[in-house]
């Protein structure tokens, strides 16, 4: 499989546009597609994290003529869009090209991480959003052949299911919120394991999970 990343610029998304003057990063990601009347929507759902979170969702939703937002909550907004209204990179991308990671939005650029069965697929992505630079800019940062795992549930299934239950415990009792309402020594005795076997299981699961969860997310 080849593995693009790419980072763009183009002038149609008031999300993109105030990524520009707001401290947030916003993910993006589709959910599905549906019928209402004769028009098809896209569905899709902005997950936004930052110190400017607050304010950037504040203004977001007053721009957001063109969308219908189903659902706004803490941090994410549900929204659809009509078809003929739908993402720039929607209008652009191919059959042969899909997103393996949910598009970044920070800074005023887009960062996508795309895939093909053939390098000559993303090269024509490449040449399109080039061919049209008053409008969109792009910048390829890397191009690989690699295996991928397209799936993050997956991850799960490096767990044993020794470390996959006490991690579940231990975020069903807070020991994953801040502040903690648990700590290592009360998880134990709640789960009756020794605080040396507690934190050997936990670590062991961290270390499986976390540098999973940031190649999936890592910017370009």
Known sequence: MWIAEFKVWHESSEVLRLTKTHDVTVLSIYLNVY????ETHIS????VNGPDTEKYIKQLLKTMERYRIHHAERNYIFFSIPQDAISYHTLILEERV?????????????YWT???????????LYKKIDAVAERATIELT??????????IPDVMQRLSEQQFNVMQRAAEFGYYT????INLKQLSKKLRLSESA???????????LVPVALQQFQRA
């Open 35 to 38: 019928k209402k009347g004769e």
């Open 114 to 124: 795309v895939a093909s069965w053939d390098k000559e697929s993303i090269q024509r």
């Open 198 to 208: 507690l934190r050997e299981h936990l670590r062991l699961a961290e270390a499986k």
């Open 44 to 47: 899709k759902v902005l997950a």
């Open 178 to 181: 801040y502040p903690r309402k």
């Open 142 to 151: 890397s191009l690989k052949q690699e295996n991928t795992n397209l799936f």
């Open 98 to 110: 899909f997103f393996i990671k949910p598009q970044m939005l920070k800074n005023g650029f887009e």
